[in-house]
Nanobody, 115 residues
Framework: QVQLVESGGGVVQAGGSLRLSCAAA????????MRWHRQAPGKQRELVAI???????GVADSVKGRFTISRDNGKNTVYLQMNSLEPEDTAVYYC?????????WGQGTQVTVSS
């Protein structure tokens, strides 16, 4: 059974930092494209950051220069380092693992940035 478990969310003041973790079980993340998405209240889920099985990374323009995605294959965990947080970053953050037509999702972790 595949499980993706996010952690590291919380409440932080604007300008602060958080590091989200996504621990995987049942799959080897090194063979998957791993993504972080977020969904704010009343808005659609959006892609925040992506890391391919080959290690190539990308982030959305809205978080460029502030967020970094990384992966530890030995720990089977993907991370999202979030710096210079803004109130607009408030959302539930979801981890996803994708390979061809299959995508697994975590349950999400809440990030709240106060002004």
């Amino acid at each position: 059974q595949v499980q993706l478990v996010e952690s590291g969310g919380g409440v932080v003041q604007a300008g602060g930092s958080l590091r989200l973790s996504c621990a995987a079980a049942g799959i080897a993340i090194s063979t998957y494209t791993m993504r972080w998405h977020r969904q704010a209240p009343g808005k659609q889920r959006e892609l925040v950051a992506i890391i391919s099985s080959g290690g190539s990374t990308g982030v959305a323009d809205s978080v460029k220069g502030r967020f970094t995605i990384s992966r530890d294959n030995g720990k089977n965990t993907v991370y999202l380092q979030m710096n210079s947080l803004e109130p607009e970053d408030t959302a539930v953050y979801y981890c996803a693992a994708n390979k061809v037509l299959v995508t697994y999702w975590g349950q999400g972790t809440q990030v709240t940035v106060s002004s």
